[in-house]
């Protein structure tokens, strides 16, 4: 009976994008550090939104990236352990990667959050 509010976004390399749309087959190999310091830019923007309709009971951020390095076996294991930026609004935040033929399923990662 509770209100939810979920905000859905992406965690993708612009300039590669803008460069496959002209013709260039490009990706962006992401280091770990970046992939980090890139969430916690989405959170912390995501976190000063205004969230209209509410008040909500929980809002949640998904993270959907397809970047062909950022793979969700190796970022189970270099996340496990990391706490991303403290948030004032936002309760839960998911890393969720494309399809996985391998495993049948869309994996995702839920983040650590500091308290």
Request: with cysteine; net charge negative; glycine share 4%.
């Amino acid at each position: 009976g509770n209100t939810v509010a979920c905000e859905v976004t992406e965690l993708v390399c612009e300039s590669a994008v803008k460069l496959n749309e002209r013709g260039e087959k490009v990706s962006r190999l992401w280091s770990p550090n970046e992939v980090v310091s890139e969430l916690n830019k989405i959170i912390s923007e995501k976190d000063r939104k205004c969230y209209y309709g509410g008040p909500y009971s929980s809002l949640i951020l998904v993270v959907h990236t397809a970047e062909p390095y950022i793979i969700a076996e190796d970022y189970h294991t270099h996340l496990r352990d990391i706490e991303f930026t403290a948030t004032s609004q936002i309760n839960e935040v998911y890393l969720l990667f494309s399809y996985s033929p391998k495993t049948k399923s869309y994996p995702y990662i839920k983040l650590k959050m500091v308290s």
